[in-house]
């Protein structure tokens, strides 16, 4: 049994990040912070918590996170910078869901950030948790940065193709939709049901912050510098990823095979029979990832989709996943869940 902080409890993140780890069986939440609603239960806010958390809300400067075995971070970014260093010297291990630590280079993650780093040392040792690629170093880490959402889904739709050398690397698009509960739960107009119902739109076509991060991601994998087109889109929905990834293939690989072959062991990514679209509802509320792999007219172009749930693989589940790889439990645990359908 691990005991467990929580800091930033009150979001669409952290909520999930509760109901997760409710059910785990190795899973002790002793702490779960909120500035603006310490002393608050935490099932009077979340009803479905009914029964399952005892525990109120705190305020940050009261909760003995040096006192647990891992804390998560479900907050904005550039909180978890502020307290990480203080943590790790006391011994705990630290899960940012937020972006403080996933991108390398410094004066890049200012520039798209906004603000200066606060705990520039962690960088270098912070791994970069996308299980699927980095597994052995997330057993050791210290500082775990969670990937993105949709860095999530447009690198396991493309890892496969990258490491097997069958795709020019110099032009990859990626055009990927998500629900609204990616935006978080903070009160904003383009949230609003009169506004996000009902309508479509692209966002950050000449530069989304997620963009850095899956190009840092992915130049690693190929050993150079890739060209990646990411458009984002906002979609009428609660929760999910649909990701539609495209590439110019260079060989005449069956691509069906290779992916079957890459993801064969790999027990949150599922590789669906040729000719299939995986849908978002099909991931909703469980840790999958569900992909498909296309070449239309059998050119050589082809096509990935890849789905998730946003809040689950995308954010609270991925980061369990990684809590158990870091903790020497089943990779599976507390996260066996049939996804919810309708």
Not at 190 to 201: C, I, S, T, V
Not at 243 to 262: I, M, N, P
Request: glycine share 10%.
């Amino acid at each position: 049994m691990i005991r467990i902080g929580v800091v930033g409890g009150t979001g669409y993140t952290g909520v999930e990040l509760l109901r997760l780890l409710a059910r785990h069986p190795e899973a002790q939440l002793v702490a779960i912070t909120s500035r603006g609603d310490a002393g608050t239960p935490v099932a009077e806010m979340f009803p479905s918590l009914r029964g399952r958390v005892d525990l109120r809300f705190v305020a940050p400067q009261e909760a003995r996170l040096d006192q647990c075995d891992v804390v998560f971070f479900a907050t904005p970014n550039g909180i978890a910078m502020q307290q990480a260093a203080e943590l790790v010297e006391a011994g705990v291990r630290v899960i940012d869901l937020a972006a403080d630590f996933r991108i390398r280079d410094i004066a890049e993650w200012e520039k798209w950030y906004g603000m200066s780093h606060a705990a520039p040392q962690l960088v270098d040792e912070a791994v970069y948790g996308l299980p699927e690629y980095n597994r052995d170093r997330i057993r050791s880490a210290r500082v775990l940065a969670n990937p993105g959402c949709y860095p999530t889904a447009v690198q396991l739709g493309f890892l496969p193709l990258i490491e097997a050398g069958v795709v020019d690397v110099s032009h990859l698009i990626a055009d990927a939709k998500s629900g609204v509960s990616g935006a978080g739960r903070k009160a904003e107009v383009h949230n609003l049901f009169a506004e996000a119902g009902d309508n479509f739109k692209a966002y950050g076509v000449a530069g989304h912050r997620h963009l850095p991060e899956i190009r840092q991601a992915l130049s690693g994998v190929a050993g150079r510098s890739v060209g990646l087109t990411f458009v984002p889109h906002l979609t009428p929905m609660i929760r999910g990823i649909h990701a539609t990834l495209y590439g110019k293939l260079t060989s005449g690989v069956d691509v069906q095979a290779l992916f079957e072959a890459r993801y064969r062991d790999e027990p949150f990514v599922d590789v669906l029979p040729a000719g299939s679209h995986p849908e978002t509802r099909s991931v909703r509320g469980c840790n999958l990832c569900r992909i498909a792999v296309h070449r239309p007219q059998g050119g050589d172009t082809v096509v990935v989709l890849s789905a998730i749930d946003n809040l689950v693989k995308g954010a609270a589940g991925q980061a369990i996943q990684n809590m158990n790889i870091m903790f020497g439990f089943d990779e599976t645990l507390g996260l066996d869940i049939v996804p919810v359908s309708p």
